[in-house]
């Protein structure tokens, strides 16, 4: 049977006053689905048109409905904009939810505002709620949040030390237990949190948004699918989710999937240049021709091109040269030409000879990527005086640039670990990656740029 349609014009517009307990109706009327979002738009429509013509102590119920509203529609700033505008503390405790949102520091949080000073303004807001009388506990509890947030560990631990006693059934404490274990670096105890959570609060889009993005991490793409697509039910969806699940899609050719994710970032934004720019990328990829047998061909030369040189028996010369060259797989050596071997020193005919009787085994040839015509240049050099802080540098791992999920699956693909093996790769060879288009070669730029750094031939 059928659930029923919560009316949502009776919750807001045809009662004036809007109390607590009607939140948690108004999320429940949004995640019955599609009709219900549009009935909404329209109520938030009907609502502006009151505000206009309302006397002043109306227009403060009004914003407070405008605000919540809106910030569950997704509309985040404006929401902050109503929320200000009212008064009490249910409007006090989601001004401080709508500006803890927009706080987060993730790498798709509010693009064009100050992360430090949205979680400065969401303490004061859950502060000044639970002066005025809003439950202290859920109050409380996003402070740990924030707190977790801006870095003071200490601080947020210590929150949750003390309702720990009182808050056994509580959704949002487990929520914060499982956000200060992913702080500490325990991701199978902040699972199991947020496991807890959702068995508290199934609709707790938090904690099955984290455990999406834990399952991501492990690989376990449809685990993480399916945590990401319950979030789509309970606004507001952060981009996160939309971002992630999108890449998802993409990794498992559903890019008309993928592609409604991006075009839904982009409605809810448009200023978001990186949404559009992901659109774009997944249209394209419904548009290319897919024959299965260039694939399983591509897939199979790219696995012998990946068979490193230490699986073949050279002599010692020949193995000291090709190692102090940096040059470590079949693949390297398409990359270079026979000239540039036989400069190496030590490096001869004899030598050369070796090293051609074994790609010609794997029906290669030394220079072969140059003879048709992809541009690359040797990829692989030596480095030579560099300082002990320049050496560092090079050899810090990748994920200290803190890349998006797309940009990160494919530094995975090309098995790119430090700093030093991704400035030796160029954009040609990067943008030849799944799923690795100009958004995300554009994102790894400017996080090598933060670490004076650039990509070979930028």
Same mark, same amino acid.
């Given at each position: 049977?059928?659930?029923?349609?919560?009316?949502?014009?009776?919750?807001?517009?045809?009662?004036?006053?809007?109390?607590?307990?009607?939140?948690?109706?108004?999320?429940?009327?949004?995640?019955? $689905?599609?009709?219900?979002?549009?009935?909404?738009?329209?109520?938030?429509?009907?609502?502006?048109?009151?505000?206009?013509?309302?006397?002043?102590?109306?227009?403060?119920?009004?914003?407070?409905? &405008?605000?919540?509203?809106?910030?569950?529609?997704?509309?985040?700033?404006?929401?902050?904009?109503?929320?200000?505008?009212?008064?009490?503390?249910?409007?006090?405790?989601?001004?401080?939810?709508?500006?803890?949102?927009?706080?987060?520091?993730?790498?798709?949080?509010?693009?064009?505002?100050?992360?430090?000073?949205?979680?400065?303004?969401?303490?004061?807001?859950?502060?000044?709620?639970? *002066?005025?009388?809003?439950?202290?506990?859920?109050?409380?509890?996003? *402070?740990?949040?924030?707190?977790? /947030?801006?870095?003071?560990?200490?601080?947020?631990?210590?929150?949750?030390?003390?309702?720990?006693?009182?808050?056994?059934?509580?959704?949002?404490?487990?929520?914060?237990? $499982?956000?200060?274990?992913?702080?500490?670096?325990?991701?199978?105890?902040?699972?199991?949190?947020?496991?807890?959570?959702?068995?508290?609060?199934?609709?707790?889009?938090?904690? &099955?948004?984290? /455990?999406?993005? /834990?399952?991501? /991490?492990?690989?376990?793409?449809?685990?993480?699918? $399916?945590?990401?697509?319950?979030?789509?039910?309970?606004?507001?969806? $952060?981009?996160?989710?939309?971002?992630?699940?999108?890449?998802?899609?993409?990794?498992?050719?559903?890019?008309?999937?993928?592609?409604?994710?991006?075009?839904?970032?982009?409605?809810?934004?448009?200023?978001?240049?990186?949404?559009? &720019?992901?659109?774009?990328?997944?249209?394209?990829?419904?548009?290319?021709?897919?024959?299965?047998?260039?694939?399983?061909?591509?897939?199979?030369?790219?696995?012998?091109?990946?068979?490193?040189?230490?699986?073949?028996?050279?002599?010692?010369?020949?193995?000291?040269?090709?190692?102090?060259?940096?040059?470590?797989?079949?693949?390297?050596?398409?990359?270079?030409?026979?000239?540039? &071997?036989?400069?190496?020193?030590?490096?001869?005919?004899?030598?050369?000879?070796?090293?051609?009787?074994?790609?010609?085994?794997?029906?290669?040839?030394?220079?072969?990527?140059?003879?048709?015509?992809?541009?690359?240049?040797?990829?692989?050099?030596?480095?030579?005086?560099?300082?002990?802080?320049?050496?560092?540098?090079?050899?810090?791992?990748?994920?200290?640039?803190?890349?998006?999920?797309?940009?990160?699956?494919?530094?995975?693909?090309?098995?790119?670990?430090?700093?030093?093996?991704?400035?030796?790769?160029?954009?040609?060879?990067?943008?030849?990656?799944?799923?690795?288009?100009?958004?995300?070669?554009?994102?790894?730029?400017?996080?090598?740029?933060?670490?004076?750094?650039?990509?070979?031939?930028?």
């Amino acid at each position: 049977m059928t659930e029923p349609l919560i009316d949502l014009r009776a919750l807001l517009v045809e009662r004036e006053d809007f109390e607590g307990g009607m939140v948690s109706r108004l999320r429940e009327g949004l995640a019955q $689905g599609g009709s219900q979002v549009r009935a909404m738009r329209e109520i938030t429509d009907t609502l502006q048109k009151r505000l206009a013509v309302a006397a002043a102590p109306q227009q403060k119920k009004i914003h407070l409905k &405008l605000g919540i509203s809106l910030y569950f529609l997704g509309h985040i700033r404006t929401a902050i904009e109503h929320l200000n505008k009212a008064e009490g503390p249910l409007a006090a405790f989601w001004l401080g939810q709508a500006h803890m949102y927009l706080g987060q520091a993730r790498p798709y949080a509010d693009d064009d505002g100050d992360a430090t000073d949205h979680l400065a303004e969401a303490v004061k807001a859950f502060d000044r709620a639970e *002066k005025s009388g809003y439950a202290a506990q859920l109050t409380q509890l996003q *402070k740990a949040g924030v707190l977790r /947030l801006q870095k003071h560990l200490g601080d947020a631990k210590a929150i949750l030390a003390k309702l720990k006693d009182g808050a056994a059934h509580n959704a949002e404490y487990y929520f914060q237990e $499982g956000g200060v274990a992913e702080a500490e670096g325990d991701p199978v105890r902040a699972a199991k949190a947020y496991a807890r959570a959702v068995e508290l609060e199934p609709r707790h889009a938090g904690a &099955l948004f984290r /455990l999406g993005f /834990l399952n991501d /991490l492990q690989g376990n793409d449809q685990d993480a699918i $399916g945590y990401y697509e319950k979030c789509l039910k309970y606004p507001p969806v $952060g981009k996160g989710v939309l971002y992630n699940l999108g890449i998802l899609y993409e990794d498992h050719d559903q890019y008309d999937k993928a592609t409604e994710c991006y075009r839904r970032l982009h409605r809810a934004d448009p200023r978001d240049e990186r949404a559009k &720019l992901f659109v774009k990328d997944a249209e394209a990829s419904l548009t290319q021709d897919y024959n299965p047998q260039d694939e399983q061909f591509s897939e199979e030369h790219q696995r012998v091109l990946e068979v490193p040189i230490t699986d073949f028996e050279l002599s010692v010369r020949s193995r000291n040269c090709l190692k102090r060259m940096n040059i470590r797989t079949l693949g390297d050596l398409t990359r270079v030409t026979e000239s540039q &071997l036989l400069a190496s020193k030590n490096f001869g005919e004899t030598s050369l000879e070796e090293i051609k009787a074994i790609m010609n085994a794997k029906a290669l040839r030394i220079g072969q990527s140059l003879d048709q015509g992809q541009q690359y240049e040797f990829r692989y050099r030596p480095q030579q005086n560099l300082s002990p802080e320049e050496q560092a540098t090079l050899n810090k791992p990748v994920s200290d640039l803190n890349l998006s999920v797309r940009a990160r699956k494919c530094m995975n693909r090309l098995n790119i670990t430090t700093l030093g093996e991704l400035v030796q790769r160029t954009a040609d060879e990067l943008l030849e990656a799944k799923n690795f288009g100009m958004t995300s070669l554009t994102e790894v730029r400017e996080r090598l740029v933060q670490h004076n750094l650039k990509l070979r031939g930028d």
